[in-house]
């Protein structure tokens, strides 16, 4: 048994999802592997896009690895931030330029720099924001990759015992600190019985970077330099992939 640890904007949607595509990670999985989706997006997201795109898959990994399900959206493992860190970090977010930040935890929460931000009512500003039990990610965006950068280094910086910052594009991911998309699939291996040997990651960003240093691991051709100086080999696709990976090993 293989598993196929796929990042999803840029990767394995790229170009879209047809249906030579599918027929390609059907292949896979008849051959007795797994195919997990794993991406930086939220749980929900991630629940929404896979029932919209209805793909062959096994596992569905949210945000960078911090919540494993399966297809029907039953959770089989997360990893959870203690949850007295929402309010400094988001604090600190908003007085760093960022104007939102979204918590995935029990409940929607996102928060605005100002009351006059909020695009829905649902929404809070930090004298709103309600109290957070826990989450498993936190997640912002910035006007510029420069930007982001700077703001993903001030968040090392002061909360990098707690927390690990992902970068990907303008946006940046914030979980616990031992959690990134190669310890989701390190974890999503121990309940298959699985070695981490029998992980390919594939991958076009640099919050794929763990999974793509630790593994087996592929880069998109469209992914940034960043990714594919650190992968074994360089793929158009996750269909040309598959292909490959099935010559050689079967």
Known sequence: MKIIGSDYDGTLNHN?????????LALWRSKGNVLALISGRFREDVIDLYNEQQFPCDFLIADNG???MKTDGTVVSQTRCDGSLAVPLIKALLGWGCRWAKADTNFCCKVYAKESDREDEADFTLETMPEVPYFNQISTALPDFETAAKVTKLISEHFGTQLNALQNGTCIDIVR????KAQGLRILADYLGADYSDIIAVGDNINDSDMIREFRSYAMENGVDQIKALADFITPGVGELIEKELEINF
């Open 66 to 68: 911090s919540v494993i």
């Open 177 to 180: 600190a031992d959690m990134n």
């Open 16 to 24: 879209g999802i047809d249906e030579a595509k599918k027929q390609k």
